[in-house]
């Protein structure tokens, strides 16, 4: 009896993880949207990454100018969606930190953004 709540306990731990995931994906900015109120979190980036691996059911990311997610706020939001307008400005890729557990109006968030280096930079 003791094996089966072990074994059941591990199972309920591990279909847990299973459930959500992060990752990192770098690519080139599409498209961004913003918006006035908290709508999926106030702006969207579009990238042409490939982050399938996640249960994200949005092409785009939120990365939450509004501060709605816990532990964020608007002007982390905001510094995120700058530099995802920024590599789209200058044709220069961005990578970002996507999760699928955190969703704002069922689009995936992303806590980090960063300006990857072009393509045959130096690294």
Not at 6 to 19: D, M, Q, T, Y
Not at 33 to 55: F, P
């Amino acid at each position: 009896k003791k094996i089966a709540v072990l074994i059941a306990g591990v199972v309920s731990c591990a279909s847990s993880v299973a459930f959500s995931a992060s990752m990192n994906a770098q690519g080139m900015v599409l498209k961004v949207q913003a918006s006035q109120d908290n709508k999926w979190g106030g702006c969207l980036v579009n990238i042409d990454a490939n982050y399938g691996r996640l249960n994200c059911s949005q092409a785009y990311i939120s990365m939450d100018c509004a501060g709605v997610v816990d532990g964020n706020t608007k002007a982390a939001g905001q510094r995120r969606f700058d530099v995802a307008m920024l590599g789209m400005m200058t044709g220069t890729p961005i990578k970002v930190k996507i999760f699928d557990n955190v969703k704002i109006n069922g689009y995936c968030y992303a806590d980090r953004a960063q300006l990857a280096a072009p393509a045959g930079a130096a690294q």
